[in-house]
């Protein structure tokens, strides 16, 4: 299997120097902006900007955030350096992000729910126009998941231009 990204799906500031980011298949990290300053002191200048610093934000595939043209962070950065946390909406997900992770088509859990084989109030739940399913009830019905939906998104047009070496070329 090739490199796996975590893609970022949400981002906050949960104190002046520490982010929250809750990554694509639900898992939540925090992650310290203070450890990179050993190696890029310039990430002081951002943390000492607090305007700037709440200015983050999902680059526009989730496989990074950035501050502005200087200051960004790769979505592994931070799943590999940040500290895993508990939370409220862990193992739930978007049916959009549940169907893209396991590679199936929306109509295919849409039915499972008219079914009943994926259960509402218990599998699954519908919040105005969103609804979440758990990724216990995905995993219980459709199998684990592996390293091989990453793949898609490292196929995808942009990161095909990237492993080419084509991107950010004109």
């Not at 500031?13 to 992650?31: A, H, M, P, R, W």
């Not at 500290?83 to 992770?101: M, R, V, Y």
Request: hydrophobic content about 35%; aromatic content about 14%; glycine content about 10%.
């Amino acid at each position: 299997m090739g490199y796996v990204f975590h893609k970022v799906k949400s981002i906050g500031i949960l104190n002046d120097t520490t982010l929250i980011s809750q990554f694509e298949d639900g898992v939540c990290k925090t992650y310290d902006m203070k450890q990179l300053l050993g190696k890029f002191p310039s990430y002081g200048d951002l943390l000492s900007n607090k305007e700037l610093f709440r200015k983050v934000h999902i680059e526009g595939s989730g496989f990074g955030i950035v501050w502005n043209d200087d200051f960004d962070l790769s979505c592994n950065e931070i799943w590999d350096n940040g500290k895993t946390i508990i939370s409220p909406f862990d193992g739930i997900l978007a049916l959009s992000d549940a169907t893209e992770l396991w590679g199936l088509n929306e109509s295919t859990l849409r039915k499972a729910i008219t079914y009943g084989k994926l259960k509402v109030g218990y599998d699954v739940c519908n919040y105005g126009k969103q609804w979440v399913v758990t990724k216990a009830a995905m995993i219980r019905e459709y199998g684990e998941l592996d390293g091989r939906f990453y793949d898609d998104y490292w196929n995808s047009t942009s990161m095909v231009a990237e492993k080419s070496g084509e991107y950010g070329k004109k």
